[in-house]
């Protein structure tokens, strides 16, 4: 009796030493320095003289590709991190400011990616925000695709030289108070999100993509920014029609010089030249307010657009106007109902009051009808043109480093 005693208690003996091991194996590869971890909370322990950061125990997986954080306290600066590093990185560091390593900053809403000097990419973040970082599984061989989310909608993507099991989560805090809540078992659902449920739809709604990104409803600028000939053109595959007769944009970084652009253009319009500069189109430019209508002169025309702004465009077609093949419009596949919108009740209500203009500086055959421009809600401006035989499409325009702009295709529906 004695012996199967001894042997219970040795057993378990053996059981416990291997729980304490694998405890601190755990608390060895699981690292933080200048921060304090309490169950799922971590907080900035230091001075605010030197960065503190913490290094989760496992490495990103097909399994566990994604994680949350969500700031509890920004503190004295707000300066928190979160992203991917690999197992030995440096505690003192930023994730992002060293090689093989990238991070989202809450602080300024920089992308950092194995530098100290960041890159425009997303929206700062606040106290109660939920930044999340993962990992693609599409991504191709050598290559990882990290996304980043805020609040459950994707932010943005960046293509680096890795594999999952080379790069860890990584949270980084640099001033006093800062405090964070931290989910490694989070899920990347993109149910969650309308926009990323029909990435592949967005894309096709996208007749032509010239040295512009399209990530969902986010359109990004990847030319080079040098000069008038490196604009950046994006243009919808079907036209506006009088069911879905206007469309807008939101500025979600202007990027060096905004140099954005939205308005209407032919079909057959030339890829890298800003709508509005070439004949068969006109566009309402965020830069200097200015209206170019088929010239590379523009007019005075509104308020200039910064980052935040909302731009919008649309047409206001005659009483009784029909496009030839209208019909096609349905394969926008959207089950469309109007609903009742400010923009679309005062164009209306002022049609009838508009005198025609006689300059509308086109020679194409076609109809007339009236194009008009909003900023945030308010009609800037309206002009009369001939429409295009096939009519006018939406077309965006970009030209310098970082711009980007979220495009809603359909305001007034839904």
């Given amino acids: 009796m004695d012996d199967i005693n001894l042997h219970y208690r040795f ?47 496992r490495p990103m997986s097909k399994k566990k590709r994604y994680f949350e954080v969500t700031i509890l306290d920004t503190g004295v600066r707000g300066m928190i991190a979160v992203g991917l590093v690999p197992q030995s990185y440096k505690l003192d560091h930023q994730p992002g400011w060293l090689p093989n390593s990238v991070g989202f900053h809450a602080d300024d809403g920089k992308l950092y990616n194995g530098n100290t000097v960041g890159q425009q990419f997303g929206p700062k973040c606040c106290r109660g925000d939920r930044i999340g970082c993962g990992i693609s599984l599409d991504s191709d061989d050598g290559q990882l ?14 293509d680096i030289p890795a594999t999952p099991d080379a790069l860890y989560p990584s949270v980084g805090m640099h001033s006093l108070g800062e405090e964070v809540l931290l989910d490694l078992n989070a899920e990347w659902a993109m149910e969650e999100d309308d926009s990323q449920m029909i990435v592949d739809s967005h894309e096709d709604i996208w007749g032509l993509l010239h040295d512009v990104k399209v990530t969902g409803t986010l ?12 604009v950046g053109l994006a243009q919808a595959r079907r036209p506006l029609s009088t069911r879905f007769h206007y469309y807008e944009l939101e500025i979600t970084d202007a990027g060096e010089k905004c140099y954005i652009a939205l308005g209407l253009a032919r079909r057959d319009y030339p890829k890298d030249r800003h709508p509005g500069w070439n004949r068969g189109s006109i566009a309402y430019h965020a830069d200097d307010g200015m209206l170019f209508h088929g ?47 400010e923009v679309q009740n005062d164009m209306y209500a002022h049609n009838e009051d508009e005198e025609d203009d006689d300059d ?12 008009f421009f909003t900023r945030n809600g308010q009609v800037v401006g309206r002009r009369e043109m001939a429409l295009p035989a096939g009519g006018f499409y939406p077309t965006i325009g970009m030209m310098s480093s970082g711009e980007k702009v979220r495009v809603d295709l359909q305001p007034l529906s839904g």
Avoid: Q
């Fill in 11 to 57: 057993r378990n003996w053996r059981r416990r030493i291997r729980e304490i091991r694998e405890v601190r194996a755990v608390r060895y590869r699981e690292r933080l320095k200048r921060m304090l971890r309490d169950g799922d909370k971590l907080r900035y322990h230091g001075n605010s003289d030197e960065v503190g950061c913490f290094v989760a125990a």
């Fill in 145 to 158: 695709t990290v996304f980043f989310t805020k609040n459950g909608s994707e932010v943005g993507c960046v």
């Fill in 219 to 230: 359109l990004e600028y990847t030319g080079r920014g040098k000069s008038i000939g490196d």
């Fill in 295 to 341: 010239s590379g002169e523009g007019d005075p025309f509104g308020p200039r657009c910064l980052e935040g702004d909302i731009m919008g465009c649309g047409i206001m077609f005659p009483r009784n106007f029909n496009i030839d093949g209208a019909d096609d419009m349905d394969d926008w596949g959207y089950e469309v109902v109007s609903k009742p919108s």
């Fill in 360 to 371: 509308i500086g086109e020679d194409l055959e076609g109809r007339k009808v009236t194009v």
